[in-house]
């Protein structure tokens, strides 16, 4: 249940989000802004016309339309405001620090240079009154060589992001398909996440852990149907970052009332709580808290693990991640 006081504790207390499409943030009004500055004829008449679209029935349905409004994305201005845009929202929700998905193949597809992406939503990102940084995400549905051409293409943009990670549709398209492709980033040194346990089974999660060598898992809801996985997974302190009001929307879950957060939660595991894709699943990360602490038996005690798994979760320096830590204690102490 959640009262004010629980709502507030959720508002307030500093926290990181760890999974966030930037392309899922591009709210239905600013993609009819840009399609009227870019000329781009759109299959919906009004914002409201795209938003009752907005009903999905597994994770296809949603990346269809996904991928439909990210074509209004064509110039660097473009990139840059859809980031600020997203930021700024991040930082009302008392987002610290964020880590921030993008899919280039969706842009350089469509003939939208590389550079144009990524400095775009790179400088929104220095810009920002928050800690930001940026993981390139391959589209598992391409070919493997498709993703090692866009690893090659970015490599003049190396220290600009951090990681890759691995999404789109996932069941077809196991993580081992981008062996090669997640090796080669290793010895870039740069991290490595990937999607698995959304839709797709057990086995996904851990060829992700041991083929690709990720250190983190987006999404994993689906570790609990292997108790040798979710063991390994709390042994090895392996976060997960689940998005709960994506899991409602894709049908994951039927309702909010049987997600299984507070049971991975209980089993020790290292979960931190997300948006994935707020302009399309009803809110951002606020909103996935306050559903979440709604319909499940969650209180202040799990808040605080949660805001403290973000920060131990991050990508960020020891010393940085120490001062989080640290911030978050001090404010639960006088919360
Ligand atoms: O939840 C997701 N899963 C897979 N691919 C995605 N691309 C944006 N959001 C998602
Ligand atoms: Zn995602």
């Not at 840009?34 to 009004?46: E, P």
């Not at 700024?88 to 993008?102: C, G, K, L, S």
């Not at 999404?167 to 991290?191: Q, T």
């Amino acid at each position: 249940m959640l009262d004010d006081r629980l709502r507030t504790l959720l508002q307030n207390m500093p926290k990181a989000e760890l999974h966030i499409h930037i392309e899922g943030s591009l709210e239905p009004e600013l993609i009819f802004a840009l399609a009227q500055r870019n000329n781009v004829q759109l299959a919906y008449a009004s914002v409201e016309a795209l938003r009752d679209a907005y009903a999905f029935s597994d994770l296809q349905s949603f990346l269809d339309i996904y991928y439909a409004g990210a074509s209004v994305l064509l110039t660097e201005q473009d990139f840059y405001d859809m980031t600020a845009a997203y930021l700024a929202r991040a930082h009302a929700d008392n987002v610290r620090h964020t880590e921030i998905f993008f899919d280039p193949q969706t842009h350089t597809a469509r003939g939208v240079p590389f550079e144009t992406v990524i400095n775009g939503i790179w400088r929104a990102c220095q810009d920002a009154p928050l800690s930001a940084e940026l993981i390139m995400c391959f589209l598992r549905h391409l070919s493997e060589d498709d993703a090692i051409a866009t690893l090659d293409e970015s490599l003049p943009y190396r220290d600009k992001f951090i990681g890759v990670g691995l999404d789109s549709s996932e069941v077809g398209h196991p993580p081992e398909k981008f062996a090669r492709v997640f090796e080669r980033a290793r010895n870039l040194g740069l991290r490595l996440v990937a999607h698995a346990g959304e839709e797709g089974p057990p086995a996904y999660i851990e060829s992700a852990l041991d083929v690709l060598k990720v250190e983190r898992i987006d999404h994993g809801v689906r570790s609990l149907e292997s108790p040798a996985l979710v063991e390994r997974l709390v042994r090895e302190q392996m976060a997960l970052t689940v998005c709960p009001l994506s899991n409602i929307k894709l049908r994951v879950f039927d309702v909010m009332g049987s997600h299984n957060l507070r049971t991975l939660l209980g089993a020790g595991l290292a979960v931190t709580v997300n948006s994935d894709d707020p302009a399309y699943f009803g809110g951002y990360v606020n909103e996935n808290y306050f559903a979440a602490f709604d319909a499940l038996p969650l209180d202040a005690t799990h808040a605080r693990q949660l805001a403290r798994n973000s920060f131990q979760a991050a990508f960020i320096d020891p010393e940085r991640k120490r001062a989080f830590l640290a911030e978050v204690d001090d404010f639960f102490a006088t919360a």
